[in-house]
């Protein structure tokens, strides 16, 4: 009964609902037109029309009052009417300001031309075994990472190695500094046409400088040194790689030249797109190529020499990792390469040094800027006025030492005055008679005799001219680019490599350096696979790698590599410096501007900004800022929200490496290491020293035990006491069984 009940229930509540339903008007399904969706069709409708077929006139009323309606004319106030940004290249750029865009680095991922990583992978390195290729790599890293010095290649396969392991960052490294200093000149007047380019790699920064410039740059002059007695083999490969680059064959000159005839010009046009599709063509089946090529059929605009030329002057000179050769010749190497290579730079030209980001990188650029514009020299000299360099100029300066006046200056006066009258008649009375002998002899003098050799190219000076300004006219004068934002002692500089290797000590020591991070290309990829190269390093082991796990196996098997990128980043300390012109009014600029000098430093032009040294650190409304500031110190700038909107945005957004112009709240210098803790380190690198070389002869040597004094010093015993228990080991004998000596090597006594 009481199920009988339910089932009655639940029935009359389904009718009820079915009546309802009934009751209810439905509007009818509309057909699908497609014609009214926006992602098939441009839309031209106002927001307004586009709402109405979704909201009844009250719904769309109400919206308008609540939220209103934005009106069709209004966009955004950081891009044009055309949608183009107002500066910058991407939005976030656009919201910067003037000054702060100005300051940025270019922070994007570089990228190796895809002709250039072709003929690295297909014609350089699979000429090579790629098993001794990557032992080989794993040496030069090892090498590199003991001694944090390049060293010259010289075998082929030390030659490939090189490319490998060096040439992706070194390129990267170089494009970036160019670009800034690009930026700084100017695009428009930034065009250098007599170049040369020093380093160990393949022209490195020349294949840079190349892409930066662009398919159509011509300049009269390209020269390219290689460092290293032997450096055919990176000559070769350097000129494949300069192949693969336009502005390496192009002529420069016209494409068609003026012809009155219609018909002959559109002939010749015709012929060039033929030519051009020819070419296309051909460099397409020689980047497919794989194998060895001939470099000599190749012909290149860059001379790639085997010297330095020492008659010739250059508009633009790179250094890249060639400074010091050996760290025990430093700073002695730094100086004569760098004086070597200064007498090339042309009035108005720009060096640009390049080196590794590491401790021995930093202190040979500091040290070159030390040479360059000696600080010690002008300590209290502030803002970016250019230095002398002495030993580059014509004029040397002479410091003239006053005698003490022990008498009267009339009665010297009056003595000179003697002297000279007595000396004059005496002189006159000579040469009259020396005169008449040599023109009755010769003849008289014209004035063409008279004239010196090349005296139209000397200076002439008025003869009312003091000896001290006819002596001190220096004429070379060099300042700092980038990325110094000063002229003073640099803030970080230890003076010496060694500094950096004592463990034991409470010192923190920085050092300056960027980074950039390069996009990988394939042969990259490839190479840094297996055991040697995908594993991390272990210093302690002899080989840098020591013992894999099973797990650690487990892990590089298969395909790819555990936490492989297909980027990669490098660090690089770097310097800029150009040479000013050394006609007299910019010489006489120069010194006014050094003897009126107040001193006081123009934060508003951009040398002057500060350069921010690590990323910044962005805390809660709040960014810190470590900087080095125009004043010549390491400074931590704090730049809150309540500086401003404005200010606030663009800290957050800055990075390493950006001048940063918009000041800060808050600026705390950090202390410099003083005369005394440099002392202790002193102590402490001689100590460290004598530890390091007694167990390095610990694990050589083993211990010899004598039973007299003669037995111990005897050299020649302890050698015969070694070779015995060589000969007596299983292993000696096994080997010896095995390669079938003619000899029992137990019985040979070397006769």
């Not at 042309?346 to 030390?370: D, K, S």
């Not at 020591?509 to 990988?520: D, G």
């Not at 894999?548 to 555990?562: A, V």
Request: hydrophobic share 30%; charged share 30%.
């Amino acid at each position: 009964m009481l199920r009988g009940r339910i089932i009655l229930r639940t029935n009359l509540r389904s009718i009820g609902a079915f009546v309802r339903y009934l009751s209810t008007a439905h509007r009818a399904p509309k057909h699908n037109n497609f014609e009214e969706y926006d992602f098939l069709m441009e839309e031209t409708r106002s927001p307004k029309d586009i709402v109405k077929d979704y909201l009844s006139q009250q719904e769309l009323d109400e919206y308008v009052k609540k939220e209103g309606m934005r009106p069709p004319q209004e966009h955004s106030k950081f891009r044009n009417e055309d949608g183009t940004f107002i500066k910058g290249n991407t939005s976030a750029e656009a919201r910067l300001d003037d000054r702060t865009l100005l300051g940025k680095l270019d922070h994007s991922i570089a990228r190796l031309p895809d002709s250039i990583a072709k003929v690295i992978e297909n014609n350089i390195l699979k000429l090579s075994v790629p098993a001794r290729l990557r032992h080989t790599v794993m040496e030069v890293y090892q090498s590199m990472s003991k001694n944090q010095i390049q060293k010259a290649p010289i075998a082929p396969l030390h030659c490939n190695a090189h490319i490998a392991a060096f040439f992706l960052q070194d390129y990267s490294h170089a494009s970036q500094v160019l670009s800034e200093l690009q930026r700084r000149v100017g695009k428009d007047k930034f065009n250098p046409q007599r170049v040369l380019d020093i380093g160990y790699g393949p022209a490195t920064g020349m294949v840079a400088l190349n892409e930066i410039m662009g398919d159509s740059w011509v300049p009269k002059e390209k020269d390219s040194y290689i460092v290293g007695r032997r450096n055919d083999e990176m000559k070769k490969r350097a000129k494949l790689i300069l192949s693969r680059q336009l502005n390496e064959n192009y002529s420069g000159k016209e494409e068609v030249a003026d012809v009155e005839d219609v018909k002959g010009e559109e002939l010749a046009k015709e012929e060039l797109v033929k030519e051009e599709e020819e070419e296309t063509a051909s460099a397409t089946e020689e980047n497919d190529y794989i194998g060895p090529v001939d470099v000599r059929r190749l012909n290149i605009r860059t001379k790639l020499r085997n010297t330095l030329p020492m008659a010739k002057t250059y508009d633009l000179i790179i250094i890249h990792s060639s400074l010091l050769s050996k760290e025990f010749n430093f700073p002695k190497d730094v100086d004569e390469n760098l004086h070597m290579v200064l007498k090339l730079l042309a009035p108005g030209g720009h060096i640009v040094l390049i080196e590794r980001g590491n401790a021995v990188g930093f202190e040979t650029i500091a040290r070159a800027r030390q040479v360059m514009i000696r600080p010690e020299a002008h300590r209290h000299e502030m803002g970016k006025i250019p230095r002398p360099y002495i030993k580059g100029s014509k004029g040397k300066p002479q410091r003239f030492q006053k005698e003490p006046q022990y008498t009267d200056d009339q009665h010297i006066m009056f003595e000179e005055e003697l002297d000279l009258r007595e000396a004059m008649e005496k002189a006159r009375a000579e040469g009259e008679e020396f005169e008449k002998e040599l023109n009755e002899k010769y003849g008289d003098v014209t004035e063409e005799e008279l004239k010196f050799e090349g005296e139209e190219e000397m200076e002439l000076f008025d003869a009312d001219t003091s000896v001290e300004d006819l002596v001190d006219k220096v004429d070379y004068h060099l300042s700092v680019i980038a990325p110094c934002a000063h002229h003073r002692r640099c803030p970080l500089q230890m003076g010496d490599p060694k500094y950096y290797k004592i463990s034991n000590h409470k010192h923190r020591m920085n050092f300056c350096s960027f980074s950039k991070v390069t996009k990988r290309p394939d042969y990259t990829m490839q190479l840094k696979k297996g055991t040697k190269l995908a594993v991390p390093w272990d210093k302690s082991a002899d080989d840098g790698i020591g013992k894999i796990t099973r797990g650690q196996r487990k892990q590089l098997s298969g395909s790819g590599r555990p936490g492989g990128n297909d980027t990669e980043s490098g660090s690089y300390s770097y310097l800029i410096v150009q040479r000013s012109l050394n006609d007299p009014e910019t010489i006489k600029r120069i010194e006014e501007l050094r003897s009126f000098s107040d001193n006081v430093v123009d934060h508003s032009q951009q040398s002057n900004w500060p350069r921010i040294l690590a990323n910044p650190q962005k805390l809660k409304k709040n960014v810190r800022m470590t900087v080095c500031s125009a004043e010549g110190n390491i400074e931590t700038w704090q730049i809150p929200k309540s500086l401003g909107k404005q200010v606030y945005h663009d800290a957050r957004k800055s990075a390493w490496g950006d001048l940063w112009p918009l000041g800060a709240k808050t600026k705390t210098v950090k202390n410099r290491l003083s005369s005394e803790a440099k002392e202790e380190l002193d102590f402490l690198y001689k100590t460290t020293k004598k530890t390091f070389l007694k167990e390095q002869q610990r694990k050589v040597w083993k211990k010899k035990v004598g039973t007299s004094a003669h037995e111990f010093d005897d050299g020649f015993l302890a050698t015969e006491i070694m070779a015995s228990q060589l000969e007596a080991s299983k292993k000696y004998r096994s080997q010896g069984r095995k390669a079938k000596f003619d000899v029992d090597p137990s019985q040979f006594d070397g006769n």
